[in-house]
């Protein structure tokens, strides 16, 4: 069912690919938090190929290959690589594909990962292509859903934030919808979600602009970051972000089980004394990463 | 016979040292595909010290020592180096000689690895320095001509392109002809192979213009990068680079059973088209980079 | 004892947990040296998060680790981090913490690694943090000279060159007191010890300005860098650092078992005719930072 299968978009993946994904996971948490080791992957090779920064993204991969046995070879400087000789992505992909038996790409176009699973014979992993899929984002995001609260459907799920340029949202809330979920949508109307994948959701979410209107029922807080570039004018910023910041003040609001997840970095939309709060998940969340991609290399490497 | 054995340049190697390297070459092609495992190199670290980017050797490098279970250290980026701070490049290698079994260098000055040999007391392998030699390229340049023909004496084998600044291409065509090959040189008189290595070499080429001299016998075409830098005016160089390209139509005048190589990453002077048919070997010779390099690291490791 | 422990300052380790280091790096040695082979840190993963470069330190925990059979991941430019996206160094520890067994940390501001133990589960190594702590370092200079001399007390050791900047000298001024040394201090008025350093020591130093005043009488030299950028006269600096440099001349007048330290790199502070002497001390001074780093990753991952 994976041995060798690319996973580009999180469409490639079905309900009963997706529910042996968080099967696997589970089985590997104690291995990810070291509590056990493993030699699963011993003698395979990942290859790496960030062609632009995700430090968390990469070492989440490397750690899940490392606690597996295997080993990681790679690049996380574009600048530093062939590439500046002119060479096609294609080449660059054949080459890999002789050095490594999974290969991991971020890349900042669109379509990107998508090429080199084409290219390569060994299965490819998109780790983030522009615009496009960043599918291990969206299954470690769902997977700390189920694993808070055992299901996704019946669910009432915020998204809030950036919900225009911000990546991980847009695949998340189609996924979302066709797992059942409740899917609200929080944002200034100049970061409002994309027609697009509003059109490509199983159901239409309900839509908002005040934080009020959804504070005290919903279950899951997703929180993106609202970036200061997307204002013209510096005071329109500042007044926008602080309206959808998470603050201590706000999460007394909360539903007493409502969880808040965020996929990292952060910056000031979700304040420190949230931290310590029960309703704070996203450091559980970043760490769900690891197991995630530990079940999916495991998986497509077909050693499980 | 090699255990300890720096290889800076390939006037280093006998015939026997080149027969010995290919006959354990042949031994790791299963294991550089990943098809076995081995645990020949664990234990061992690889010292990877590129002064220059090159990620296509480093590539290789990695992938052959953690093919056979063995680690790798090292730095891809001279300016995050103490170098920064003035050390010389005896006391480096002084240091990461404490630090690890074995050193690959790569580096923009000639005579930098030979350097590096004389103050490391663990083998120093050269992995291209300036305008000098990359004995490894010329190794596996070599194999994937023995692996296709079984031999090389007596091949007609024609290196074309950028024959005066290409470096892989002057030892290689030294090689060859200690070897035994007919060796044709077909480049614009401006790329003309230098008079230093027609005189190295064991017997006199032939020499070309015109691809048409040589297209209809030649049994290897060895392709190099005519890279733009090296014409004053734009319209001669894409008039010149365009007459020694590889095309479809080109391939259709060879000899059924002639092959292509090129040390990569190419850029336009072999099209696309060429990758699908029988002749090219380019990717295959990129690959047979990994056996080649586990071959030379496990007898300067002298556990073979 | 050690299990769980943070080496942020070497003030945090006592006489009776420096001693155990010490019995511990002994019996490393074989093992650093890659004559014996060992898996003692089989599966476990260290971070090595250099926010400003550091080859020496970063390559020698490297070659430490994987000695024993661990694995590594991190980055080395903090430029290619998360945190030019405006992250806090608490958020980016506490993903690091979910990924990794021990985190080695390096910072150009001083207290980074105090912060960074604090908000890590997992212990903390400081390898360096702006003017602060670099307590390894201290730790593998005092393991020279006890390797050397079976002791610190009584010995005469002479701190020389930038005793100001210099970072590595103050804490090892410090310890050297409290061990029992004969401190003696050497340097241009302008590169004195700060009165801070003074007054932690156990016990006052002697202070000089004039080589030949500890010359026929040291036991110990530790040598530092004085760097051009301290001076705002270049002949100033010129004869400034050629009355506190070593040469083979100055080696003459010394103890006959008189040895030369030097944290490295070093630039013209110590004449290359100096390292075949007997006296020098600085090549295997680097390589005990092996040891004392396996000793340090062993103890503070409990599996000794």
Not at 80 to 100: H, N, P, Q, V
Not at 127 to 146: C, K, M, R, W
Not at 265 to 280: G, K
């Amino acid at each position: 069912m994976f041995k060798g299968k690319d996973i580009v978009s999180i469409s490639d993946l079905t309900k009963e690919h997706i529910d042996r994904i968080f099967e696997v996971a589970r089985g590997m948490i104690p291995i990810a938090k070291g509590e056990k080791k493993s030699k699963l992957l011993d003698g395979y090779i990942l290859a790496n190929l960030f062609f632009e920064p995700s430090t968390r993204t990469r070492l989440s991969f490397e750690t899940a290959m490392l606690r597996l046995g295997g080993s990681i070879l790679g690049f996380t400087n574009p600048s530093a690589t062939s590439l500046t000789k002119g060479e096609t992505l294609a080449d660059t992909i054949r080459m890999i594909d002789a050095y490594s038996d999974v290969i991991v790409i971020r890349h900042p176009l669109e379509g990107a990962a998508r090429l080199a699973a084409e290219f390569a014979e060994v299965p490819v992993i998109n780790a983030g292509d522009g615009a496009g899929q960043h599918p291990t984002q969206t299954l470690l995001d769902i997977f700390t859903i189920v694993e808070e609260f055992g299901h996704v459907e019946g669910l009432k799920v915020t998204l809030m934030g950036d919900l225009r340029y911000g990546r991980t949202v847009h695949s998340l809330a189609v996924a979302l919808s066709f797992l059942g979920a409740d899917v609200h949508l929080l944002s200034p109307r100049s970061l409002k979600m994309p027609r697009h994948v509003l059109r490509e959701m199983k159901s239409k979410p309900e839509i908002h602009e005040q934080i009020d209107e959804v504070i005290r029922d919903t279950d899951v807080f997703y929180v993106t970051r609202i970036q200061k570039e997307r204002f013209p004018d510096p005071t329109e910023y500042i007044k926008v972000a602080g309206s959808y910041a998470i603050t201590g003040d706000t999460v007394k609001k909360m539903k007493k089980d409502a969880i808040i997840m965020h996929p990292l970095p952060r910056v000031n939309e979700i304040t420190p004394d949230v931290d310590s709060t029960l309703h704070a998940r996203y450091f559980k969340q970043a760490f769900y990463g690891v197991p995630i991609r530990m079940a999916i290399l495991a998986l497509v490497l077909g050693v499980i």
